[in-house]
């Protein structure tokens, strides 16, 4: 068995959120949220509420936390972005159809 190197960086593997109204930055340590689906949350740094969703990309596979500081609209949710490759995480209309959400 091989020692981890202690000076590699420690990789984050929990999901972080940042408020779109004070940046305020937290870590979904538990994902106990859904994917696909547009939650409302309340920022524990200024009290303001958001709009968030965590979608998995479908270039890298990794999961992004998108926000909004109001509800989003289907076009907008079409253009958000995943936060690792920068691809869109609704690449076409069959995956945008395949979450659920009206055109």
């Not at 689906?37 to 920022?43: A, G, I, P, S």
């Not at 992004?64 to 079409?78: H, Q, V």
Request: glycine residues 4%; charged residues 30%.
């Amino acid at each position: 068995m091989t020692e981890p190197d202690l000076h590699e960086p420690f990789v984050d593997v929990c999901l972080r959120i940042t408020c779109p109204h004070c940046r305020c930055d937290e870590q979904d340590d538990y994902e106990a949220l859904d994917a696909d689906e547009v939650h409302v949350l309340r920022c524990s740094g200024c009290g303001e509420r958001f709009h968030l969703l965590i979608a998995q990309c479908p270039s890298c596979t990794d999961e992004s936390a998108i926000t909004w500081p109001g509800a989003p609209t289907p076009d907008e949710i079409r253009g958000a972005r995943c936060s690792h490759c920068k691809s869109r995480v609704c690449a076409d209309d069959q995956n945008f159809d395949d979450m659920g959400w009206p055109r």
